[in-house]
């Protein structure tokens, strides 16, 4: 409130208090600037544990405070130091405990930065509609490279990070170098040459192109559009690892694969070593319990097949069984024919007793012919029954083992008694018995040696 002082009431004179005057000058800054604008370099920058930062804009011939809250300090994309150009955006106020001139910074980005950004932003537009960004074009990555390329400057940090990730995950891998430089002038076609040449020697599976975190104006090289081209024209698979997890640059996009870091890079280009060896195990095991299923349902199909498959010895006896039914049917049809023929004899000369004196001579002759054609009948009879008593004690010869010893063959029988039909069973140290045609041995056998089977053809 304005105090009126006691000598100069009539001239009604207002005087200000401290607080209500600083008040209403802030009140006249913030309607007179608004939110303003201002570039100049950064001095005196000091982050509090609050999360408040301080620090005072400055040019050549003047320098102004400056306050950034927690909340807007938190969504910077960058860490502000002394001597950085930077352009703010602030309400322009008064400090009134201190009654300094004092800017509230609502946002902060490092000066050029916004002209920077244009251009990026027309660069990625133009070359997306030209399809170098399409995801169909991308080429995949080796599952398994046999050796790495790295695109980089020799002195970068990123090198020294991505040959570390490499040696610990993928020891196998082989890595070149093809040193680049990766800021300043002339960085882009460096970049785009290290490109060409690792294409050109085809010495390696994949590419990465990698560098370390910095601001805008030190990745540009990676925002060039020859080198996105280059990427793009690429016969090699490339990972691009530029910058921190929120650095974006045209090579990012053009890349075969985007990966946040340089070492996030090293780690997609290359499976690591123990992993490699747990699927190899797991195959392993997978092929083994392929070969035990396999093992078994072939040993349980050559069980149904033993199963089957008859004896010699109970196929001997039906053999011969068969062959004595037919010797019995052959005898009991010449006991029967025999036996027919005996009851027509008798039957004739009962006939001739009867017939007349006069046709005697007549029945004899043809009784005689009749003799001769049972004779022959007979004997022919005989002929057909011996012949098929012979084919079928042939028949039984063949089955005969023995007939096979006698040809000089022999059987082996195992220790179990079973008969060995391959010799590739036969193990050393084992039993066997061994019998010919007229006698058998039993033997014990030393070193068995596989042997080419002479009967084979040469």
């Known amino acids: 409130m304005p105090i009126e002082r006691g000598s100069e009431r009539q001239a009604t004179t207002q005087a200000w208090s401290v607080g209500r005057l600083a008040r209403a000058l802030t009140d006249t800054l913030a309607a007179r600037f608004g939110v303003v604008t201002v570039v100049g370099e950064v001095s005196s920058f000091t982050r509090a544990a609050s999360g408040h930062c301080y620090f005072a804009l400055r040019d050549a011939s003047a320098q102004l405070r400056c306050v950034m809250f927690r909340q807007r300090a938190y969504l910077l994309d960058f860490d502000p130091r002394d001597g950085q150009q930077v352009e703010i955006r602030a309400v322009v106020g008064l400090y009134e405990p201190r009654g300094d001139l004092q800017l509230t910074v609502e946002s902060m980005r490092q000066a050029g930065q916004g002209a920077l950004l244009e251009q990026f932003l027309r660069l ?11 995801p169909e074009r991308k080429k995949p990555l080796p599952a398994q490279p046999r050796a790495v390329g790295i695109v980089t400057s020799r002195q970068a940090a990123a090198l020294q990070d991505v ?6 995950r993928s020891p196998q891998v082989r890595v070149v170098i093809y040193p680049a430089s990766v800021q300043g002038v002339g960085a882009a076609l460096e970049l785009v040459q290290a490109l060409k040449l690792a294409e ?11 560098r370390g975190g910095g601001a805008m104006e030190d990745l540009w090289p990676f925002n060039d559009e020859a080198l996105a081209r280059a990427l793009h024209a690429c016969s090699l698979p490339v990972v691009s690892g530029v910058g921190h997890e929120t650095d974006f640059t045209i090579a990012d996009f053009a890349a075969d694969v985007r990966a946040t870091t340089p070492t996030a890079a090293a780690e997609l280009c290359a499976p690591a070593l123990a992993d490699l060896r747990l699927q190899a195990l797991q195959l392993a095991r997978r092929l083994q319990q392929a070969v035990l299923h396999w093992q078994g349902r072939e040993q349980q199909r050559l069980d149904r097949l033993h199963l089957r498959l008859p004896k010699p010895g109970r196929m001997l006896q039906g053999a011969a069984l068969h062959l004595r039914g037919l010797q019995a049917r052959l005898q009991d049809r010449l006991r029967r024919l025999l036996q027919e023929q005996m009851n027509a004899w008798a039957q004739r000369e009962r006939q001739l007793k009867v017939l007349p004196a006069q046709h005697w001579a007549e029945r004899r002759a043809r009784l005689e012919a009749l003799g001769s054609r049972h004779d022959q009948a007979l004997r022919q009879n005989w002929a057909l029954a011996r012949g098929k008593l012979a084919g ?6 063949l089955l005969n083992p023995a007939a096979t010893l006698e040809r000089g063959y022999c059987l082996a029988w195992n220790e179990d008694g079973s008969l060995l039909h391959d010799a590739r069973q036969i193990r050393s140290g084992q039993s066997l018995l061994l019998a010919t045609a007229q006698s058998a041995v039993a033997m014990d056998l030393g070193t068995v040696t596989p042997a080419k089977h002479p009967l084979s053809s040469p």
């Not at 990625?124 to 399409?134: S, T």
């Not at 040959?163 to 610990?168: E, H, N, S």
Request: charged content about 35%.
């Open 124 to 134: 990625k537009e133009r070359l997306q509609a030209e399809g170098l960004f399409d």
């Open 163 to 168: 040959l570390a990730t490499l040696k610990r």
């Open 200 to 210: 050109q020697r085809a010495e390696v599976d994949v590419l990465l192109l990698v």
């Open 392 to 397: 079928q004690e042939q028949r039984l010869a």
